[in-house]
């Protein structure tokens, strides 16, 4: 270990020693008085298209805990582990379709009533997704501030689109 002086730039009261030969560095417990971290929400995205996947993580915006699937199986099996607050789901997924996953979905007792939003670029799926259980349609290309718009409805559980 290097000896030397560690200095602590930041405001008094830190949790931090000052002025203090490196060799006799500790730590001092620091108490916060601030309010609890809310929870974060996470979501879903079950997409293959990568570019997409990134997409909708940039519509969306920093405020979520994103997990991804590239298909049909790697996403059911993700949402099962990880409980999403929303999953958004495409229809065209490789090895089964996002209609077979939603069909699952709101047959597994653990994620039956887990908002989510289809988006397809197929034409008239919009009617077959929400038959299905989807709690909002899509269409891709997408606009991100509808994707947005939906997501927060839905996770703000009231479900309105303002």
């Known amino acids: ?31 916060s008085s601030g309010p609890e971290p809310t929870a974060v929400k996470t979501v879903l995205i079950c997409e293959d298209d990568s570019n ?22 790697s996403g059911l099996a993700l949402a099962h582990r990880t409980q999403p607050d929303l999953i958004v789901l495409d229809l065209m997924l490789p090895g089964q379709s ?36 989807a709690d909002r349609f899509v269409a891709k290309p997408f606009d991100p501030n509808e994707l947005r718009d939906a997501a927060v409805a839905l996770l703000e559980d009231d479900g309105v689109l303002d």
Do not use: Q
């Open 1 to 31: 270990m290097r000896e030397g002086l560690l200095r602590c730039r930041c405001e008094e009261g830190c949790g931090f020693s000052k002025d203090e030969p490196t060799s006799e560095y500790r730590r001092r417990p620091v108490v």
């Open 52 to 73: 997409l996947r990134t997409l909708v993580r940039l519509a969306l915006g920093d405020g979520y805990r994103f997990f991804e699937a590239p298909d049909g199986p």
């Open 98 to 133: 996002g209609l077979e996953v939603l069909a699952e979905l709101r047959r597994a007792d653990d994620l039956a009533g887990t908002p989510v939003i289809v988006i397809s670029a197929w034409s008239h799926s919009d009617e077959t997704a929400i038959e299905a259980g």
